[in-house]
Nanobody, 120 residues
């Protein structure tokens, strides 16, 4: 069993910053990719940023230049530094990981989500 636990969401004013964290635990042999998705009210879940275990990253156009994804592989943790936040960034942010589990097999895992609200 593999679990992802997110933290760091909250209420922030426009132009402010937040840092999200996501820690993976369980029967993990290795983690291929870790990333962040978000889902705003009434909208579909969308990719925000992803980081593979080779150091490559990919971002949604809407967050390029404002958000930075990073990984600490030793801690099985992924971070999302969000700067210059806008009201349209308001959403539930979900952590996702593609995990090779102990004993073999590839598993896609989601966290429970953390709410980010950008408002005055």
């Amino acid at each position: 069993q593999v679990q992802l636990v997110e933290s760091g969401g909250g209420l922030v004013q426009p132009g402010g910053s937040l840092r999200l964290s996501c820690v993976a635990s369980g029967s993990i042999f290795s983690i291929s990719a870790m990333g962040w998705y978000r889902q705003a009210l009434g909208k579909e879940r969308e990719l925000v940023a992803v980081a593979n275990n080779g150091g490559g990253t990919n971002y949604a156009d809407s967050v390029k230049g404002r958000f930075t994804i990073s990984r600490d592989n030793a801690k099985k943790t992924v971070y999302l530094q969000m700067n210059s936040l806008k009201p349209e960034d308001t959403a539930v942010y979900y952590c996702n990981a593609l995990v090779v589990v102990v004993g073999g097999g590839l598993l896609g895992v989601w966290g429970q989500g953390t709410l980010v609200t950008v408002s005055l």
